[in-house]
């Protein structure tokens, strides 16, 4: 019945319903990470300890140069507590490093890119020659996921021909506009607008049947980030 989630958890494809998956989710997106002042402790305490690892000092040692006890120092490297400005200074003077670079962690900026409709970018990509318009909707380069996501809007019309692909990491589609069979591995989907396909795009996939044009669906890519 279309509007009920028919979840696919085996590689097979084959439909389970109401399988319950919040277990697998492992984080809550709505979630606040952590307040900023909160943050700042705990850029600083990163920071105090990886230079301090990085100089071969033990706990011991900093805290004998900057006349804190050990314990402060560990509260301080943990990011429990929020040290005075006079406690910084000491700790980079310490450390011989400008009083600044501790707060290197907490002025790291984090990547956004806002795309207007219809400002993405037409590229190039495997399907292109076959007659499949790519749009990239987004980049973010390098950044401490771990991870690279490429957002795409992919068109095909009566010109378009089909073409199989694959791929290293994890793909999502979402149909906006048109129908099409669309094949997974040794499996073919239905997909109509307002459907979805989620699957691991090492296997072999692609659009085999375009049963309503235009067809206009949304690609999301993701893959392990290469540093």
């Not at 097979?12 to 984080?27: D, F």
């Not at 805290?63 to 120092?73: D, E, F, P, R």
């Not at 987004?138 to 692909?165: A, C, K, M, R, W």
Request: charged share 25%; aromatic share 6%; with cysteine.
């Amino acid at each position: 019945m279309r509007g009920r989630a028919a979840w696919d958890d085996r590689r097979e494809g084959e439909n389970v319903s109401k399988k319950p998956i919040s277990a697998a989710l492992r984080q809550n997106p709505h979630a606040v990470k952590e307040h900023r002042e909160k943050n700042l402790e705990v850029a600083i305490g990163r920071q105090v300890r990886e230079l301090r690892k990085r100089q071969r000092m033990t706990g011991a040692d900093l805290a004998g140069k900057t006349g804190l006890s050990v314990g402060m120092l560990s509260k301080i490297e943990n990011g429990v507590i929020s040290p005075s400005l006079n406690t910084i200074s000491a700790l980079a003077d310490a450390l011989c490093v400008p009083l600044v670079q501790l707060f290197a962690g907490y002025e790291e900026t984090r990547g956004c890119m806002h795309v207007k409709a219809g400002e993405g970018a037409e590229i190039e990509r495997e399907g292109t020659r076959a007659g499949h318009q790519y749009n990239l909707l987004g980049h973010i380069g390098s950044n401490n996921s771990g991870v690279v996501v490429e957002p795409y809007l992919i068109t095909l019309d009566e010109n378009s021909h089909f073409q199989t692909f694959q791929h290293e990491g994890i793909e999502f589609l979402y149909i906006l506009e048109g129908k099409v069979n669309y094949r997974h591995g040794d499996k073919s989907y239905l997909l109509e607008e307002g459907d979805a396909l989620f699957f691991d795009s090492d296997a072999p996939h692609g659009p085999e049947g375009i049963l309503s044009m235009p067809l206009r669906y949304l690609s999301v890519i993701t893959y392990p980030q290469t540093r």
